[in-house]
């Protein structure tokens, strides 16, 4: 509904939804009389959601699922799957909040970097982040790298790199990440939060 | 752990468009024009969790009113206003007679809670006030703002016996729960019945809604819950003074005014008929009185 | 089935019998815009009345007050309408008054009441203004003055006091435990501010003795009902155990002193002593006229903010509708 | 007991509330009054760390009344196993058990074996701890069924040994160290014990309130005694519910990004143990009885997965690459590893330390020591902001310009912006589509690691050295999709469910698994979940209708094998007979000779009840256990009310105080838990037993509008308001001691640090009555920090760096503060 600025639209407006004609001619005043094109025309705004995929709760354990609305690309809004056994389209005050979650004001869309001894930050590429941070890894390995502890025992890892993360993540998530640093790196200290 | 039957009809990971009459499937019956909906809120399985303040809020896109901790136990929200249209109530009574309770009267807790919404009154105190049919009663027989009509006079505001509506001085223009007028069009159960994890809040049409309320009753009384009684219902309290239903109506469990819920609400229309009677009759003695004085000085 | 007794009082706990002290219903958005449009209805409705009245009088000496009291009500009309458009939050749609008639709102019997009585006023005020330019005024316009000055009085009177029925038709326990009163009394405040607004003028373009004489009659009589009606609204909120917004020191005391001694007591005096010695012959005081506005304005703006103040203690409310007395 | 399900899993207390409308008995027992005490029949109060008296009490109680389910326990638990005449329990050796090394400050099982048998443990750590190597010594659990009296009269019978071992657990001495009033105890002893038996059953709902101690596995084990007594496992409407916290928490120890595990609970290969091959590796960790003994097959099928072409027969199918562990990496050693350097560069994904971290200080002060930091969030988090806003810095104790980190804060998606699966509290993996993208330069983990491993493959592709050709010889080549390249998340799941080698053929379950390297799994419990091309049965989204079984089979996929009740041939007898109509689940159906129910069977479906092992042969693996060894994860296949091995710190739960406590441990001379990780430090000093310095017992909590470390929530203006401000929660009548208001500001203290919060006076915390002495308690929300619109100090500033000897879990549940009006001094 375009919002009606120009006085021709007011005035068409205004005999549109005209209610003292209506009402005299018997309609209700509480009720049909009263009621606004608008009103009659409302819809809810997931009709115009040209995807709708089901997701899981980003939030907690229990594993409630949730319908996802998208409209040209953007989530327009996220609530209870009503086929789960487990939530049954139900949501808790955090589950409610997936969509604000989502589209929250503070979220990153750009990549920083912090040069060291700098006191603030900068906006980098991606791509450009990822070298760095592969010339980081690979510089950290090899000096850190220890094969063999003085005994002779294979130890074929380094000490010097960590990683925290991961119950909040996707199993595909965590599977690469022990792949990668575990199998790949030989790093020993990969942790998650399932200890915090 | 019962699902709808008609579940089974939507397997797809992607569904192909917004379930129709989902109301069905999440509070067990279609939305249709010309029935009376309402929600009937059963305080003694409320958890205080609030998930239907956050329903509320993201459905109808409402901004955050940062009122930081307010010390009244877990309720920093504090009243129902232009941008909050759920607000959960908690007191606590916990200490009795100088001890902590420990075994507590069953279905009735010592921290009671409560999420309180716009009770949809009929007659609706805020519909009758209304100069501009801004406010109207639906198809549904809810009661809803029309944000293209309102002009913010703001007469809904003390009108309403609950305090519930009230003028955003952002907009300009009188808010209030809308049942999710635009969800039941579309066949939606409204967001906070939908998304409240223990069925505290219930969506459904209002005969319906009061057997199930009076048959909870019984069963609360039987399991020893001698003051669970029901508020808003037809002929018990907050459904009084002219107000003969609260569409959206409750069970509690201690008086209504620990709810910040008036005992014998009345309905602000019927004083007018006598307010302006007792006016006019005044004004008009008067308006006589002044006539035979001005005749007498004619006299003399 | 009813609400049980309350739970065994601890004296600690406070909010027992409110939600931690917290508002149950919401005050009005009105201020001073309000309170001035509901004396400004008040001063032109009764204008209008009065010089109806005094034309129903069929004395010619009373020419000038039935002149001044349409151009009064005329300029209460004009004056009105922007004060209301002004206050509403979102004015662009003031238009949308116009658009239903509900018969349980005040505020919606009043817009089509400042409208008629606007319409009607105005018409009457023209046909006085022209037939007062012309020299011999056409009988007709005579007879339509005649006819369209019953409902100019009659929307007067409505003008003067659906205010009352405007505030009382809400849940600010304040105005709505004492409907008949707050009606009654800005009726009859209305007459005497009316009647203060002519003598004013009177004076100030010059008017008959006799008019004068009658004007404190009048003038006599709505204060001293306007005093009776306060003292009993007074009453009446105690009673309802309501009064407590009037009690505090800051509207108490202007309810007492401003609005009943200042606005009405002393008027009251002033014009009975002017009545029982006509001899005296004395022109009114236009400080006693200027009082009475002012006491009306200031009845209205207290009644106004109390009952917005009333409107924010719960344990008024909670007596109001139907709690437990303590 | 243990957790807080209305507030921290308000859905999960959906179900709960449907079983109190059915007549079932809610109990909560907790430190504090919370919503979901609110909503219990019993209420107990319990002072925090004290959770393993109240256990114990209820273990002595069913135990002393004869009120343990007899068909059940002596059926399917080890209670009538006969133990080692040399073990000793806490009650004879005042608070230690038999096998005390003090040198070594750890336990030596031999003690703890049954009698003339060593018992491998069912952890992922099989190896036992016994002097004698282990290889030998557990050839012997073939020979013969481990020595049992099923008359229980045996002074070395498990039975007698906890009669002995819990007699001191009165419900006197209950009240004493609880705090917990006696009578509320009895009823609630009562209630479970009455609840529990053929006809009905009762569940226990934990969740980090027990994880988060010192003594946090034995709370557990309790819990499991008590459960196996009163023959509530396998069982519906029984079992122990672990109430876990984030969304793929299950998942991620699973899969599990942790030091001490291969994907599904397969042990790290470890420096000290005898691992150094992999024949070494598979003969150690394989059990000789029990599921364990396919150890091999899934072990060579990761290494396969890994690996793929690499990873050859005759070179150890790629063994050699992997790392060894060489103590404990947990997050808290690592918190200390990073502040005396030795980690040089750490990867946050989607983790916050700098609040959920403990000794938070330490963290950040650790954070400021790296080289460089790589931090992948939604948002820029506390860890990520720590050089200009984090603690140290607005004390003045660092300047940015002295911190030399190098710091990345990415973008990261979030659930609906990429596909891939979690997995829930109850072992179910649900998928998640990817609906649209994130914003801007926002990616997926899966994106990330995979393109930087891309990237690290290709700087390391000329290198010839051996380290690195592990890495050279990673399968890595999942497809891609779209112009992001984001690698297929489903052609991950399809890794970790396994295939044939090389046709990469999907595996329909872990039987077809080989250790011949012809089959190549990433998670063996996973196999199932993508049996044959397209069907990824975590995307099923067939729930059962009204009139189904109730089971859901058909919604997603539960790992082992989508049996969604563990050890659900427990819900029958000996003989295979439900225990009652009411309870049937799964039963023993002679004509179709298999099992049968609405769930799948977690025990062999062909195998009949009645069946025992032929100990002539040497019986090994499953045919070791017989028909009526529903527990079939572990050696003797029944239910270990006594642990001979595997866990470092007790076979039987005994009470020790947390290792801050505001008093002295009522049941023993030994205060705390022995062997409790502990690092005394200068960075990192602990309080005295009972320090009058820090009188009140501390515990911290999380709200139910907030989650975990807070950003998720905080960032979020609709939960943000919801929960604003920090605040700490305590009673009136400490209140009143020490002149506080509600809404004062006051400051909480420990050796660790300074935390300023508003103070929130409530009714709902209570002074705990200890023997005549009054202990108040602070309770202090935890999920705070500067960033979002909600803000407050971070609690675990106060929290010290202490774990759980098993799990290395820290002791944020019980500890030790004072308590002052009015706000820090720094800040002034």
Redesign the interface.
């Known amino acids: 509904m375009k919002l009606r600025h120009t006085i021709a639209d007011r005035v068409a407006g205004f005999v549109r939804d005209w209610s003292l004609p209506r009402q005299l001619a018997g309609e209700d005043p509480t009720r049909e009389a009263a009621q606004s094109t608008m009103s009659r025309q409302l819809r809810p705004r997931l009709e115009e959601a040209d995807t709708i995929g089901t997701s899981i709760c980003p939030y907690c354990a229990v594993g409630c699922a949730q319908l996802v609305y998208a409209k040209a690309g953007n989530v327009i809004h996220i609530e209870g799957d009503p086929r789960s056994p487990i939530n049954e389209g139900t949501l808790c005050p955090k589950g409610a909040a997936t969509f604000g979650w989502l589209t929250s004001p503070q979220r990153l869309t750009k990549v920083r970097y912090r040069a060291p001894y700098s006191e603030s930050w900068e906006e980098r590429p991606l791509g450009w982040a990822m070298d760095r941070i592969a010339y980081l890894v690979k510089r950290t390995r090899d000096e850190t790298f220890v094969s063999n502890l003085p005994d002779g025992t294979p130890v074929n890892h380094t000490l010097a790199i960590g990683s925290l993360g991961g119950a909040t993540l996707d199993n595909e998530e965590n599977y690469l990440i022990k792949k990668l640093f575990g199998a790949g790196l030989g790093m020993v200290w990969i942790e998650n939060q399932a200890r915090v | 752990m019962t699902v709808h039957p008609r579940v089974l009809d939507y397997p797809q990971s992607f569904l192909p468009g917004v379930i129709p009459d989902e109301a069905e499937l999440t509070a067990g019956q279609r939305v249709g024009a010309g029935r009376s909906y309402g929600f009937f809120t059963d305080t003694t399985l409320c958890i205080g969790c609030k998930a239907c303040e956050v329903a509320c809020k993201e459905w109808n896109a409402l901004p955050a009113d940062d009122l930081g901790l307010r010390g009244t136990s877990y309720d920093n929200t504090g009243d129902l206003s232009a941008t909050t249209w759920r607000h959960v109530h908690f007191i606590e009574h916990i200490a009795e007679n100088g001890g902590r309770a420990t075994t507590m009267p069953p279905f009735q807790s010592n921290w009671l809670m409560m999420s309180d919404v716009c009770k949809h009154c009929s007659p609706a105190p805020c519909l009758e006030a209304c100069p501009t049919g801004a406010i109207f009663r639906t198809e549904f027989d809810t009661v809803v703002v029309q944000q293209d009509i309102c002009n913010g006079c703001g007469y809904c505001v003390p009108a309403c016996p609950f305090g519930v509506v009230d003028v955003s001085l952002e907009d300009g223009k009188a808010h209030k729960c809308t049942l999710c007028y635009d969800r039941l069009k579309g066949g939606l159960e409204p967001a906070c019945a939908k998304s409240c994890p223990t069925d505290s809040i219930q969506f459904g049409e209002l005969g319906e809604l009061h057997d199930r309320a009076h048959q909870r009753v019984e069963v609360l009384h039987a399991k020893g819950v001698e003051n669970a009684y029901l508020y808003g219902a037809p002929g018990t309290p907050g459904a009084t003074g002219g107000l003969q239903q609260l569409n959206a109506f409750f069970l509690l469990t201690a008086p209504p005014e620990t709810y910040n819920l008036p005992r014998a609400p009345s309905r602000p229309a019927e004083r007018v008929g006598p307010s302006l009677a007792a006016g006019l009759a005044t004004i008009a003695g008067l308006a006589f009185a002044s006539l035979a004085m001005f005749a007498a000085g004619r006299a003399d | 089935m009813n609400a049980p007794a309350l739970l065994p009082e601890r004296a600690t706990d406070r909010q027992i019998l409110t939600y931690y002290g917290l508002p149950a219903v919401k005050p009005s958005l009105w201020g001073g815009l309000v309170s001035g449009y509901i004396f400004i209805a008040g001063v032109g409705g009764s204008a209008q009345i009065i010089a109806t009245a005094a034309d129903f009088a069929r004395d010619p000496r009373l020419a000038p007050v039935i002149r001044q009291g349409r151009y009064i009500a005329l300029g209460a009309a004009i004056l009105g309408a922007p004060l209301l458009i002004i206050d509403l939050h979102t004015p662009q749609r003031w238009y949308n008054m116009l658009r239903i008639c509900r018969r349980t709102s005040p505020m919606s019997i009043g817009t089509w009441v400042l409208m008629s009585f606007g319409l009607s006023s105005f018409a009457v005020a023209a046909l006085q203004y022209v037939s007062g330019r012309l020299r011999r005024p056409s009988r007709t316009m005579q007879t339509t003055m005649k006819l369209l000055e019953v409902p100019a009085a009659l929307t007067g009177m409505a003008m003067s006091t659906y205010t009352g029925a405007l505030l009382s038709a809400t849940s600010t326990p304040l105005w709505a435990a004492a409907p008949c009163q707050i009606a009654a009394l800005f009726g009859a405040s209305a007459m005497a501010s009316g009647t203060a607004a002519l003598a004013l003028a009177g004076q100030c373009r010059g008017a008959s003795s006799e008019a004068g004489r009658a004007l404190d009659r009048i003038a006599f009589l709505a204060s001293a009902v306007e005093v009776v009606l306060m003292l009993s609204l007074r009453r009446r909120l105690y009673e309802k155990g309501v009064a407590e917004a009037l009690g505090d020191r800051g509207s108490g005391l202007a309810y007492d002193f401003g609005a009943v001694m200042l606005g009405a007591g002393v008027p009251m005096l002033h014009h009975g002593r002017r009545i029982l010695r006509p001899n005296r012959a004395r022109r009114p005081s236009m400080m006693v006229s200027l009082a009475v506005l002012a006491g009306g304005f200031l009845l209205r703006h207290i009644l106004l903010s109390a009952g917005n103040d009333s409107a924010r203690r719960p344990n008024d409310y909670f007596r109001f509708a139907g709690g437990p007395r303590q | 007991m243990g957790s807080n399900m ?10 709960a ?1 449907q079983a109190k409308e059915r007549g079932a008995t809610l109990i909560h027992v907790d430190p504090r ?1 919370t ?11 319990l002072r925090p760390g004290s959770d393993i008296a109240f256990l114990g009490g209820i273990i002595n109680y069913i135990l002393e009344h004869d009120l343990w389910f007899k068909e059940y326990a002596l059926a399917f638990t080890n209670l009538s196993t006969i133990i080692d005449e040399r073990f000793q329990d806490a009650s004879e050796l005042d608070g230690f058990f038999s096998g005390w090394d003090e040198e070594s400050r750890s336990y030596k099982y031999d003690s703890w074996q049954y009698q003339g048998e060593v018992v491998p443990a069912s952890l992922a750590e099989h190896y036992v701890n016994t002097t004698e190597s282990f290889a030998d010594k557990t050839k012997r659990m073939e020979k013969g069924p481990p020595p049992r009296d099923p008359t229980l009269q045996h002074p070395h019978c498990v039975y007698q040994i906890l009669r002995r071992h819990y007699a001191a657990y009165t419900p006197e001495m209950v009240e004493r160290t609880t705090g ?2 006696r009578e ?1 105890f009895v ?1 609630i002893a009562e209630a479970l014990a009455r609840n529990s038996g053929r006809e009905r059953t009762g569940t226990i709902c934990y969740a980090v309130g027990w994880t988060h101690h010192t003594t946090g596995v034995q709370m557990i084990r309790a819990a499991a005694m008590i459960q196996g007594l009163l023959g509530n496992v396998g069982r519906p409407g029984g079992g122990i519910l672990a ?17 001490n595990m ?2 599904t609970y397969l042990p ?1 290969p470890n ?2 143990k005898p691992h ?1 091959t992999l024949k070494d590796y598979l003969q150690h960790e394989r059990t000789p009885t029990g599921w364990w003994h396919n150890f091999p097959k899934y072990a060579v099928s990761l290494l396969k997965a ?2 793929g072409d690499g990873a050859r027969a005759d070179k150890e199918f790629g063994y ?7 103590g404990d ?4 050693p ?1 918190t200390l ?2 502040r005396d350097g ?10 916050n ?1 700098a609040v ?2 403990h000794n938070a200080g330490l963290v950040q002060r650790g954070l400021a020591e790296l ?2 930091l ?1 931090v ?5 988090t506390e860890t ?1 902001s720590f ?2 806003a984090g603690r140290p810095v607005r004390d003045g104790e660092i300047h ?13 998606s ?5 596909a ?7 072992r ?10 994130g ?8 994106w ?6 891309r ?2 493959k290709q ?2 592709s000329a290198s010839k050295n ?2 690195d050709a ?2 050279l010889a ?1 399968t890595w080549d999942y497809p891609t999709e779209g112009e992001e390249e984001e ?1 297929s ?1 489903d052609s ?2 399809k ?2 469910n396994g295939y044939t080698w090389p046709e990469r053929r999907q595996i329909e379950s872990f039987q077809q698994l080989k250790d011949d390297g012809t089959t190549a799994c ?2 063996w419990l ?1 196999c199932g979940v993508y049996p044959n091309e397209g069907d990824n049965r975590a ?8 009139e189904g079984p ?1 089971t ?1 089979l058909g ?1 997603a996929w539960a790992w082992p094998a989508n049996r969604r009740n563990m050890y659900n041939r427990a819900s029958a007898d000996e003989q295979g007979r439900p225990w009652s109509e009411r309870k049937r689940l799964m039963s023993w159906d002679p004509a179709r000779d298999e099992w049968v129910g609405p769930d799948v069977v977690d025990f062999e479906p062909k195998k009949p009840p009645g069946y025992q092992p032929d100990w002539g042969e040497n019986p090994t693996g499953m045919e070791a256990l017989g028909g009526d060894c529903p527990f079939i994860m572990i050696a003797d296949g029944k239910a270990s009310l006594f642990t001979p091995s595997g866990l470092k710190d007790a076979p039987l739960p005994a009470h020790y105080e947390p290792v801050e406590s505001p008093i002295k441990n009522p049941f023993y001379g030994r205060q705390s838990s022995p062997v409790a990780k502990v690092w005394n430090r200068p960075d990192n000093r602990l309080h005295e037993p009972a320090d009058p310095r820090f009188p009140y017992a501390l515990t911290t909590y999380r ?6 470390g807070g950003i ?2 905080r ?11 920090a ?1 700490a929660e305590i009673s ?1 009548e400490l209140a009143e001691q020490l002149g506080i208001r ?2 004062d500001w006051v400051t909480v203290a420990t050796l660790r640090g300074e935390v300023e919060v ?1 103070a ?1 006076v ?3 915390v ?1 002074p705990f009555r200890l023997d005549g002495e009054t202990v108040h308690e602070v309770g202090l929300v935890w999920h705070f920090g500067w ?3 909600a803000q407050g100090d971070i609690a675990n500033i106060l929290s010290a760096v202490v774990g759980d000897p098993n ?4 002791e944020g549940k019980a500890f030790t503060c004072s308590l002052r009006r009015g706000r820090r001094e720094a800040a002034r």
């Open positions: 209305a507030e921290n899993h308000p859905i999960a207390f959906r179900f509330l009054f919503r979901t005490s609110a909503l219990c029949d019993i209420y107990a109060p917990c009033p509320v009823k109430l876990r916290g984030h969304a793929s928490i299950q998942g991620s120890t699973d899969i599990p990004t942790l030091y291969l994907p790290q420096a000290f150094k890994w690996y050699g690459w992997l790392p060894r562990i060489v990496h947990s997050q808290l690592m590893a990073m030795v980690i040089r560069g750490m990867f946050m994904l989607g983790q330390p959920g971290g080289d460089w790589v992948r969030d939604m948002t820029e990520a050089w200009y940015p310009r002295d911190i030399r980190t190098e710091v990345f804060l990415m973008p990261a979030l659930a609906a912006e990429k891939g699966s979690v997995t829930n509290t109850h179910l993996l649900q998928w998640h589509d990817k609906v649209v993208s914003p801007g330069d926002s990616r997926s983990e899966t990330f690691i995979f393109h930087l491993g990237r690290l700087l390391y051996p380290k592990g890495l990673l690698p998340a991950v799941l890794e970790m990433g998670g996973y995307r099923a989204r067939h729930p059962d209708g009204p109730g859901h919604w709200l139910t509008e907030h989650h975990s998720p929530t960032t979020v203006p609709v939960t943000a308001e919801l929960q604003p401000e605040f009136p509600n809404l508003k929130l409530t009714e709902r209570r960033k979002g619109f799990t290395s879990i820290h």
